[in-house]
């Protein structure tokens, strides 16, 4: 696999599900991902969303593999027939499927919970306490990722989180991983987002200031959302900043200036975001 320095990995999400493609079911990871980034300090450089197809899957995951990205995958980790990701992560490792050890105990747990409340069997030969075992057979070499929720954990296996596609489980799950195995790519450095919104003007014409400050200003990022306008709002740019507040502040009001040369009519300046990581 190839290896990338800490300054420089990207992160990526692959999300499983037919029903997300269906739409029988809306995503509510993507969002919650960027979410938990954000607040670390960190962004996400990519994402996909794949069908519960077992070909399909291996590609994707032999090619985030190579990639040397840091990838969490969302989905099809359960044990049922539509549940191909464990199977596909395998093939595309060139792996075997394995009892992890510490998987095993953990469901054992979980079936003895249960029983202790009327529901099922502590008897982990009974067959549906075998069918739950076989959501412990990870790709050989993985570690388990903790499941507060039901403690049927999930997997990390080169830099990459699998976690089921339910978000009661999967979001602390991805919590836990980025707070204990990527703690140390967290930033400290504070970033803002400032924007506002500009009428009268074609984004062709502040292009060239948006590329002149991040030539200027080269920790930051400078961005353009056009509107076609909705109702009784015309059609207007929104124009923005992001980056360290030290040089997002003179790259916005250097922006505001040129809007305003160049003939548009502005709103208030805007600020979306913050974050500051201690």
């Keep these: 696999m190839s290896e990338s320095p800490q300054a420089s990995r990207r992160i990526g999400v692959i999300i499983v599900g037919d029903e997300i493609l269906s739409g029988r079911r809306q995503d509510k990871h993507l969002g919650k991902v960027i979410e938990m980034l954000s607040s670390r300090g960190l962004s996400l450089a990519w ?13 994707a995951y032999q090619e985030s593999f190579e990639s040397g990205d840091i990838v969490f995958s969302c989905g099809g980790i359960g044990a049922t027939t539509d549940d191909h990701t464990r199977q596909a992560v395998a093939a595309a490792l060139g792996v075997d499927l394995v009892l992890h050890p510490e998987a095993e105990f953990e469901i054992a747990q979980r079936c003895a919970e249960m029983a ?53 489980m999967a979001w602390p799950m991805l919590e836990w991983t980025l707070d204990h195995r990527y703690a140390h790519l967290h930033q400290t450095v504070r970033t803002e987002e400032l924007s506002f919104v500009a009428y009268n003007i074609p984004e062709s014409r502040i292009a060239p200031s948006l590329e002149e400050i991040e030539q200027r200003w080269q920790d930051v990022k400078a961005f353009s959302l056009p509107s ?39 709103e208030p300046t805007l600020a979306r975001s913050s974050t500051r990581i201690e």
Aim: net charge neutral; no cysteine.
């Design 116 to 168: 202790s409340k009327g529901q099922g069997t502590a008897d982990m030969s009974a067959p549906e306490n075998q069918r739950r075992l076989q959501m412990g057979t990870f790709p050989a070499g993985s570690q388990i990722v903790p499941n507060p929720y039901n403690r049927i954990p999930g997997f990390f296996i080169h830099d990459h989180t699998f976690v089921p596609g339910f978000p009661v």
């Design 47 to 59: 994402a996909r969303i794949l069908s519960d197809d077992r070909a399909l899957l291996t590609k």
């Design 228 to 266: 076609v306008g909705e109702g009784a709002r015309a059609a207007h740019i929104e124009l923005g900043v992001k980056g360290p507040l030290d040089s997002a502040k003179p790259a916005i009001a250097f922006l505001r200036e040129e809007a305003l040369n160049l003939g548009a009519t502005l």
